[in-house]
């Protein structure tokens, strides 16, 4: 059963549900980290249903606090490609075990990570040319919807999109606040048909909402107090422990 935690895996969900707070309106990338913490707790696939409806609860607070901080173009054009992305993730999901994936994820948030620091080290028509493409769009679409879809870890995808989009913190923010709340909300009725949210794991997740809201709430006290530099170097370094993570489990 779900509540028969012991007391350092109480802890260890707590801090979670705190740091999902905090990545909804702080730090995205830091998403894929919390992820993996929960499959220490709970089985892959398990924790993922588990998961998702307490990114919804983040997600909405961050889209209230934020819904003014948007760049629709740059969510728009990614619709139907994020659509594509979540339906092949849910064939893969029903098919094979979300643990074999992990290590799949991880090499794909590796290659955007490097992809960012090839913009950064070979220059100006590097940058103006990958982020127009409309092969840059969808690949980043595809691949944000099936990593979401099969392990809730689209947050270094998205992360990476976003600075070759060349936003600032409170955009960024914004913008993938957006864009989580619809992605996150379009996958419940798949997991609830694969038995991944069941009313168990929704009556633990309700348990666990003030210290999501906590973390949210530190998340919008902390952003603007980080240099924007620092932001992305946190980003990329949150994005990169993540796949690590994804990696070596």
């Known amino acids: 059963m779900i509540f028969e935690l012991s007391y350092i895996e109480w802890v260890i969900v707590i801090l979670s549900t705190v740091f999902i707070g905090f990545t909804k309106t702080g730090v995205s990338s830091m ?42 173009k740059y969510l728009i054009s990614l619709v139907p490609w994020v659509l594509i992305g979540i339906i092949i993730g849910y064939y893969v999901l029903n098919q094979i075990n979300s643990d074999q994936l992990k290590p799949l994820i991880g090499v794909i948030v590796l290659a955007l990570i490097i992809l960012h620091i090839s913009r950064e080290r070979f220059g100006e028509k590097f940058t103006k040319a990958l982020p127009k493409s409309i092969w840059f ?64 794991s929704i009556t633990f997740n309700a348990w666990l909402i003030p210290t ?6 530190i998340g919008i006290k902390v952003v603007p107090l980080i240099p924007q530099k620092a932001f992305q170097t946190l980003i990329l370094g949150f994005a990169l422990i993540g796949a690590l993570r994804l990696i070596l489990v």
């Open 137 to 200: 769009t969808l690949s980043m679409g595809i691949l944000a919807g099936f990593t979401t879809m099969i392990g809730n870890a689209a947050g270094g995808v998205m992360a990476i999109y976003l600075l070759m989009k060349g936003l600032p913190k409170k955009e960024f923010v914004g913008t993938g606040a957006w864009f989580f709340m619809f992605v996150n909300l379009i996958k419940i009725p798949f997991y609830i048909s694969l038995g991944l949210i069941t009313v168990d």
């Open 212 to 217: 999501i809201l906590i973390g949210a709430v």
């Open 31 to 72: 998403g894929i980290l919390v992820a993996t913490i929960l499959m220490y707790v709970f089985p892959a696939k398990e924790s993922i249903g588990i998961l998702l409806p307490m990114l919804v609860v983040g997600d909405l607070f961050a889209v209230i606090f934020y819904r003014r901080s948007v760049v629709w």
